[in-house]
């Protein structure tokens, strides 16, 4: 999948040079190698250099494209873009397939939230290309302790995120174990959050929300928010494609093949919409694991199955109408997660917390990957948005704590429920990061069982 989502996120400047932003490298962690063209005294400098860098000084690049694995993506990277640019446009004519620059550069990543070392380790590596770890896991079993800490690697080598940025750009993934990058984990990602929250507060109020206000209640979100996102997977969507190819309303539409298919359904013609919705919001197109389960399993969860819908279908038409701030993700199909990893950093969260990324996939292993202590600060936050919009909903912002309250007291039974459709008789690891920069790796039973850790 690496090939699409490179494909999906490269930019191209008026000049053509190939661009990556900094979300983009923050993301695939170890996934992406990536090159500081800069010299020593930028990188202890006050910007730093971006975790888990290799350093090739802009006057030693010759020969460069000789030595870079044609098969691993290379990210350049330098103080504001310049120096990177010039190089990566050289690089591809070269014949490299995979290689950009970091927009923006330093600038960009240290103003985006992210965090730089400034770690003098680099300059003895002066010139050195370093292989990718290569981990292998045991599939056929339960994963291991040794396999989690070989996974995570060296805490100083993975991306960090300030909590502020998760709020604005840096969305929280869902739980799922299929993606490639670096994820905040959360039941459902951003969507899922939206119908817990929605859910809590119809719970407050004592009464549904009606379409309309869910619409507008989504938008204001988005609004406040930013960055939001939902997932399918490659199964849900072929799927889709399938039936809204034998569907004969659509038979004018004039779309040739499932690819054609899958563009069309980033815009469809305005009066096909609410046909198309009515395909999309069916359980077995929705390629997210916690919310279809949500739409089958009323009684588990006791969320009403039209509020699913009704946020899945206000986030839909709001990427219709050119929210680009909207994602959505496709993931490969089939689920081979074999642990559950419950990340956590040592005290108390605030704006400046820093909040590791921890990729679900690696190598050919899965995981499950929540941030439960993430999930409960923006669901606060996601709180005090919807205690604001009291046009729309009868709530008064003092309210906002104990609304947060509910959500997260929701939060927490919903993860339970969904790991216990899809995780049970799992591994569960508690991952705490801690100030001084170490990792401690405690194992805390098993999915389902009497001593699951609340």
Request: hydrophobic share 45%.
């Amino acid at each position: 999948m690496y090939r699409l989502d490179w494909l999906a996120s490269l930019e191209r400047s008026p000049a053509g040079v190939p661009m990556h932003p900094p979300t983009y490298v923050a993301r695939q962690g170890r996934g992406v190698r990536v090159i500081d063209l800069r010299e020593a005294d930028e990188l202890l400098g006050p910007l730093g250099y971006v975790p888990g860098s290799d350093w090739v000084p802009q006057g030693s690049c010759d020969g460069l494209a000789a030595r870079l694995d044609a098969k691993r993506p290379v990210i350049l990277v330098s103080g504001a873009g310049e120096r990177s640019s010039v190089l990566a446009a050289r690089l591809e004519q070269a014949g490299l397939e995979f290689v950009a620059c970091m927009r923006g550069g330093m600038l960009a990543w240290v103003s985006g939230g992210y965090r730089s070392t400034r770690d003098p380790e680099i300059l003895q590596r002066r010139g050195q290309l370093r292989d990718a770890p290569r981990l292998t896991m045991d599939l056929d079993g339960e994963l291991t302790r040794a396999e989690i800490e070989a996974h995570i690697g060296d805490p100083s080598e993975l991306q960090w995120v300030k909590l502020a940025a998760v709020l604005l750009h840096a969305h929280r993934s869902c739980v799922d174990g299929r993606g490639d990058m670096g994820v905040i984990g959360t039941p459902g990602g951003d969507v899922g959050e939206l119908v817990l929250a929605l859910h809590a507060l119809e719970r407050f109020l004592g009464c549904r929300l009606e379409p309309e206000t869910v619409d507008a209640l989504v938008e204001r979100v988005a609004d406040a928010m930013g960055n939001l996102y939902m997932h399918t997977d490659t199964q849900a969507r072929d799927r889709l494609i399938a039936t809204l190819m034998d569907d004969p309303r659509l038979s004018t539409s004039g779309v040739e093949g499932p690819l054609a298919w899958w563009r069309w359904l980033a815009a469809p013609p305005e009066h096909l919409r609410p046909l198309v919705l009515e395909h999309l919001l069916t359980a077995e197109h929705v390629g997210c694991g916690h919310l279809r389960l949500m739409l089958e399993h009323r009684e588990d969860y006791g969320v009403r199955p039209d509020l699913v819908r009704e946020v899945i279908s206000a986030f839909t038409n709001l990427r219709w109408r050119g929210a680009a701030q909207l994602e959505l993700v496709v993931l490969p199909g089939g689920h081979d997660e074999a642990a559950v990893l419950d990340v956590h950093v040592e005290g108390d969260l605030h704006g400046t917390s820093a909040i590791p990324l921890i990729a679900p996939r690696c190598a050919e292993g899965q995981m499950f990957v929540n941030h439960p202590q993430v999930a409960a600060y923006v669901r606060h936050e996601l709180a005090a948005v919807l205690s604001e919009q009291t046009d729309l909903v009868a709530i008064a912002p003092p309210d906002r704590v104990s609304l947060g309250e509910i959500i997260d007291l929701l939060g927490e039974e919903q993860v339970q429920v969904t790991l216990g459709f899809l995780a049970r008789g799992l591994p569960i690891f508690d991952v705490q990061f801690r100030r001084d920069g170490s990792v401690q790796i405690i194992e805390a039973g098993h999915v389902g069982s009497d001593a699951l850790p609340e």
